[in-house]
Nanobody, 127 residues
Framework: QVQLVESGGGLVQAGGSLRLSCAAS????????IGWFRQAPGKEREYVAA???????YYADSVKGRFTISRDNAKSTMYLQMNSLKPEDTAVYFC?????????????????????WGQGTQVTVSS
């Protein structure tokens, strides 16, 4: 089963940017749909963005226009570019994956619909 490792988190001031990476352990990364979720202290895990196997993207309203999800299948890596960060974006960010058929536009906004999870990376936005 593929393993996912997130990186790129850190401390940034409000209005700043960060780029998170999610590296997969398998070269079959291209066969997966990928999602990003986040969880702030005391809150439930929240959907952020997802990208299908064929590159279709979908964003939560709270990040639309500020965050961009992308994938580089040659590098087996997925990215989350986060701009105009706000203190309410502070959370642990997780990437997730699910193998899907060729040509599939499948992506999901519920974390239970993904099979594999990374360990998370902390993002802290100061005001």
């Amino acid at each position: 089963q593929v393993q996912l490792v997130e990186s790129g988190g850190g401390l940034v001031q409000a209005g700043g940017s960060l780029r998170l990476s999610c590296a997969a352990s398998e070269r079959t990364f291209s066969t997966y749909a990928i999602g990003w979720f986040r969880q702030a202290p005391g809150k439930e895990r929240e959907y952020v963005a997802a990208i299908s196997r064929i590159g279709t993207t979908y964003y939560a309203d709270s990040v639309k226009g500020r965050f961009t999800i992308s994938r580089d299948n040659a590098k087996s890596t997925m990215y989350l570019q986060m701009n105009s960060l706000k203190p309410e974006d502070t959370a642990v960010y997780f990437c997730s994956a699910r193998a899907v058929p060729a040509g599939s536009m499948w992506l999901a906004t519920e974390f239970k619909d993904y099979d594999v999870w990374g360990q998370g990376t902390q993002v802290t936005v100061s005001s």
